[in-house]
């Protein structure tokens, strides 16, 4: 069994020299500043590296995962199950040493045949402001799987497409409109030297979902009147998180580290009816707040976050969101999302036409009076999706036709971001507003 290459962190987080102090600037000035040199930087070689991968089709794609956690190692199983000897990892980034090991421990053991024969384990040392991988390492990397807590995935995409790489960057690619700018702007870059980026909307890719939404479009249910959908879950657990790095660590309950579940986990069934109801959005309205926390509770989080000076960083993310989202036609989209125990738990989409309605979460069409019309023949299957996602990303890369996934992504990240922004504010919210923002429109 070959040995991993262990590298020390690339900055130690309590250094003081002249080169560690550049990163302990303030997290939103970091934000922009990465925002901006990838907006203004030009890339010299690119498109002649994805020439060569092209050309090059026997030889094997390196690839980089970084963060090694749960999504990490699903799609280290999906990519193991692949037909294909031609891809191997290269590097595991985690700014936990100890995953990146269990990691490599789970491909040695599992999927040895994945693994390079110097594969790097890299950490950060548990700040979000170093980069992630040091300028040597990236020559041993053609790919980079980025499925870090989503308030590290923009500066993390910055990094890959300034240093050449094609990238697969998970949902919902950003906490907050910030970090989605600084994506839609290494995506434009990306395009311009014929790189390849997808995004970890696997649903895409979804036979049973793909079926369901053809029979909608020929007609199945009729005119779409509305849609709702749920995503219904258990707690988490509780966590009294004071610095950066204890948030960083439970950063589903958080908003500037992960969004909330509207944004990291419902994104998912809000991107399938906003594709399949192919209308624009135009506003947003609804309320949210916490279910199993008490007023000492949250008065207990707040002050224990702003002892440690992070006031802003340190809003919780709430329990539960009902958002109406409103499309061009008058068709509305009721979302409910929820994180309690003991409660009904529910995850599904739902489409209601004048003839009858889709229901995603079973793959039927019924007519008005709840019969059955239609029904696939496929199963639920996320792994079989993910593979298949897998493949075309990889084709893309080896057949030098560059795909890039992240506006039609993006508009879906908006979207939760819209119905976010109107539970936060309880007033409507404006899809023409936040577009104006971001400097899309």
């Given at each position: 069994?070959?040995?991993?290459?262990?590298?020390?962190?690339?900055?130690?987080?309590?250094?003081?020299?002249?080169?560690?102090?550049?990163?302990?600037?303030?997290?939103?000035?970091?934000?922009?500043?990465?925002?901006?040199?990838?907006?203004?930087?030009?890339?010299?070689?690119?498109?002649?590296?994805?020439?060569?991968?092209?050309?090059?089709?026997?030889?094997?794609?390196?690839?980089?995962?970084v963060g090694c956690g749960r999504r990490c190692r699903q799609l280290l199983d999906a990519m193991a199950s692949l037909d294909d000897d031609a891809i191997e990892i290269t590097a595991l980034v985690d700014n936990n040493r100890g995953r990146a090991q269990s990691a490599f421990r789970s491909i040695?053991?599992?999927?040895?045949?994945?693994?390079?024969?110097?594969?790097?384990?890299?950490?950060?040392?548990?700040?979000?402001?170093?980069?992630?991988?040091?300028?040597?390492?990236?020559?041993?990397?053609?790919?980079?799987?980025?499925?870090?807590?989503?308030?590290?995935?923009?500066?993390?995409?910055?990094d890959a497409i300034t240093n050449h790489k094609h990238v697969f960057i998970e949902k919902p690619m950003a906490a907050d409109l910030n970090g989605l700018k600084q994506v839609v702007n290494a995506s434009a870059v990306a395009k311009e030297q014929g790189l390849t980026v997808h995004v970890g909307f696997q649903r895409q890719y979804d036979q049973r979902d793909l079926d369901l939404v053809a029979q909608v479009q020929q007609g199945g249910i009729g005119d779409?009147?509305?849609?709702?959908?749920?995503?219904?879950?258990?707690?988490?657990k509780k966590h009294v998180a004071r610095s950066e790095k204890e948030q960083l660590a439970h950063w589903n309950q958080f908003n500037w580290t992960g969004g909330d579940v509207l944004l990291e986990q419902h994104v998912a069934g809000l991107d399938v009816l906003r594709r399949v109801i192919g209308r624009p959005l135009l506003t947003a309205q609804g309320q949210a707040g916490w279910a199993s926390l008490s007023d000492a509770e949250l008065a207990n989080q707040q002050n224990a976050v702003q002892q440690s000076g992070h006031q802003q960083a340190?809003?919780?993310?709430?329990?539960?969101?009902?958002?109406?989202?409103?499309?061009?036609?008058?068709?509305?989209?009721?979302?409910?999302?929820?994180?309690?125990?003991?409660?009904?738990?529910?995850?599904?989409?739902?489409?209601y036409g004048t003839q009858g309605h889709a229901d995603f979460s079973n793959g039927k069409l019924f007519d008005r009076s709840g019969n059955v019309t239609w029904q696939s023949a496929e199963p639920s299957a996320s792994m079989v999706a993910t593979q298949a996602q897998l493949r075309a990303f990889f084709a893309s890369i080896r057949h030098g036709d560059a795909e890039n996934q992240v506006d039609q992504a993006s508009e879906s990240t908006l979207m939760a971001l819209l119905g976010q922004r109107a539970a936060q504010t309880s007033k409507l919210a404006r899809m023409k507003s936040l577009r104006g923002e971001l400097k899309l429109a």
């Open positions: 069994m070959s040995n991993p290459t262990e590298s020390r962190p690339i900055v130690d987080s309590n250094s003081t020299s002249a080169n560690a102090g550049k990163y302990q600037e303030d997290r939103r000035d970091f934000i922009r500043g990465s925002g901006l040199m990838i907006a203004g930087g030009a890339i010299a070689g690119a498109s002649a590296a994805t020439k060569a991968i092209a050309s090059s089709k026997q030889s094997k794609l390196r690839i980089a995962m040695k053991s599992r999927h040895p045949e994945r693994s390079a024969d110097h594969c790097n384990l890299l950490t950060s040392g548990g700040s979000i402001r170093q980069p992630l991988l040091p300028q040597q390492a990236w020559q041993d990397v053609d790919v980079v799987f980025i499925t870090t807590p989503p308030v590290c995935q923009p500066g993390i995409a910055v779409i009147i509305y849609a709702k959908s749920y995503c219904n879950s258990g707690s988490l340190g809003e919780l993310a709430f329990q539960h969101q009902s958002i109406e989202f409103e499309f061009a036609d008058h068709v509305s989209l009721i979302s409910h999302t929820r994180r309690a125990a003991h409660s009904w738990q529910r995850t599904g989409e739902w489409l």
